[in-house]
């Protein structure tokens, strides 16, 4: 059987690099799919902007977009930086992953063992990451992160040495309840509005089943302050994290097309914000039909995000930090908790 110490500490992180890049190509797809209730599987990658096949050799991760100067070769299409972002950030969170579960380990630690339990976490995070950016941009959590991702961490949890079955179970299931119980039924009761959504509740589930009851309360304890602090510095610039979310036709019609590729989708959501924002101009207009009268600030913005009083931005971004955060440095956060809690 082989042993950590038979693989140089940079054959790892190189390769860490390289699956995690990889993978991190996958995610975007995830990430721009998934919201749209789109296969991640067909069509193969191809062109936003016109739907034309992107060669294997044009889709390297990272150092593809750079090669392309952000636009595609097949039309001219502006790609979105994010594309190689997500592909960088998937890369190092790989190989923070690999020097935390592989090569600080002790040399005579085996490979194989070490390894199954590098991948499940390895996945884990990579759901941190879709989830992330799907709420980023839809104000939303797709749910074939959250489930499947809870699920994975209850079942691998007997190959994770730091993890028995109960602290994953109370995890899953205090991370689920926190948010549900608090933050949707108990304040949509009191307030008429909801503090958080359902899909929040799901991720901190998912968070629960990997790190333990402890980590979900981190995660939201966490990501509450981070977020607090994200809040204070938009409202103090005038900025918001609050996404113009594309038109979904076909989610929303029974008997709209189903596009078959991402040209098409953004193409239907072009077409239906069009016919929208022009509802809006006439109705500010006073007349459905033909006018010479400019547009309204609304018609040309779209319409104003719906005020409840509160401060809207997604949250599912700051629990996966405060996630992030625990697994890299829960050990220390504890010692320092349990530090402050004796003086």
């Known amino acids: 059987m082989f042993l950590v110490s038979d693989f140089s500490p940079w054959f790892f992180r190189a390769f860490a690099f390289c699956f995690g890049a990889l993978w991190g190509s996958f995610y975007n797809v995830a990430i721009y799919r998934w919201p749209r209730e789109m296969s991640v599987v067909s069509p193969p990658s191809h062109c936003p902007g016109c739907g034309k096949p992107i060669e294997a050799w044009r889709n390297l991760p990272i150092v593809g977009y750079f090669l392309l100067k952000g636009r595609a070769a097949c039309c001219g299409f502006k790609l979105s930086p994010r594309y190689a972002l997500v592909e960088f950030l998937t890369a190092m969170l790989t190989v923070a992953l690999v020097e935390h579960t592989v090569i600080a380990t002790p040399p005579a630690t085996p490979l194989w063992p070490a390894a199954i339990e590098t991948l499940f976490y390895f996945f884990f995070l990579g759901g941190l990451v879709i989830a992330t950016f799907v709420d980023l941009d839809w104000m939303e959590i797709p749910d074939e992160v959250s489930l499947p991702g809870a699920a994975l961490g209850l079942a691998s949890v007997t190959w994770r040495h730091d993890m028995d079955a109960t602290d994953a179970a109370l995890g899953a299931g205090a991370g689920y309840l926190l948010i549900q119980v608090l933050f949707v039924w108990s304040y949509e009761r009191i307030l008429g509005r909801r503090g958080m959504g359902e899909g929040d509740s799901k991720l901190l589930m998912m968070i629960g089943a990997f790190l333990g009851w402890k980590g979900a309360l981190f995660a939201l304890v966490g990501g509450a302050v981070q977020g607090l602090i994200a809040a204070v510095v938009l409202l103090a610039t005038g900025k918001s994290l609050v996404p113009d979310i594309p038109?979904?036709?076909?989610?929303?019609?029974?008997?709209?097309?189903?596009?078959?590729?991402?040209?098409?989708?953004?193409?239907?959501?072009?077409?239906?914000?069009?016919?929208?924002?022009?509802?809006?101009?006439?109705?500010?207009?006073?007349?459905?039909?033909?006018?010479?009268?400019?547009?309204?600030?609304?018609?040309?913005?779209?319409p104003e995000p719906e005020s409840d009083g509160g401060l809207k931005m997604p949250y599912g971004p700051f629990l996966a930090l405060g996630a992030i955060e625990f697994f890299f440095f829960g050990d220390r956060i504890t010692e320092l908790f349990m530090q402050f809690m004796g003086r």
């Not at 979904?248 to 590729?261: G, H, Q, S, V, Y």
């Not at 069009?274 to 009268?293: I, K, P, V």
């Open 247 to 302: 038109e979904r036709p076909w989610l929303e019609d029974i008997n709209a097309p189903m596009p078959k590729n991402l040209a098409e989708a953004n193409a239907l959501s072009a077409a239906a914000r069009e016919a929208r924002l022009a509802a809006t101009n006439g109705e500010a207009s006073g007349d459905s039909s033909t006018t010479d009268a400019p547009p309204s600030p609304a018609a040309e913005t779209g």
